[in-house]
Nanobody
Framework: QVQLVESGGGLVQAGGSLRLSCAAS?????????MGWFRQSPGEEREFVAV??????LYAESVKGRFTISGDNVKNMAYLQMNSLKPEDTAVYYC????????????????????WGQGTQVTVSS
């Protein structure tokens, strides 16, 4: 069982920044894993934001150049630095681990991730 706790969300004005944190505990079933960030707005499907696997980082086009994903394997932590925030970034943000995948396109699919945290709300005002 894997437990995930996201934190760092809040209310920020457009153009501002937030840093989300994700604390992972328990056994992921695989020593080597990737950590993804997704977001979900009311009435919308869960949307890929970013993933960190080994030293490779993938980003959704909508956040590329504004968001940065990082991780600390020793502390079992993952982070999402979000700069130049826009109102359309408003959502609940979730982190999720997954075993390393041979096809990197599958990191973009929420179905590739088994465990999810409770999420942290990010609200960007215009």
């Amino acid at each position: 069982q894997v437990q995930l706790v996201e934190s760092g969300g809040g209310l920020v004005q457009a153009g501002g920044s937030l840093r989300l944190s994700c604390a992972a505990s328990g056994h992921t079933g695989s020593y080597y894993y990737a950590m993804g960030w997704f977001r979900q707005s009311p009435g919308e499907e869960r949307e890929f934001v970013a993933v960190l696997s080994w030293n490779d980082r993938l980003y959704a086009e909508s956040v590329k150049g504004r968001f940065t994903i990082s991780g600390d394997n020793v502390k079992n932590m993952a982070y999402l630095q979000m700069n130049s925030l826009k109102p359309e970034d408003t959502a609940v943000y979730y982190c999720a681990p997954t075993p390393l995948l041979s096809n990197s396109n599958n990191y973009l699919k929420a179905s590739s991730y088994q465990y999810w945290g409770q999420g942290t709300q990010v609200t960007v005002s215009s």
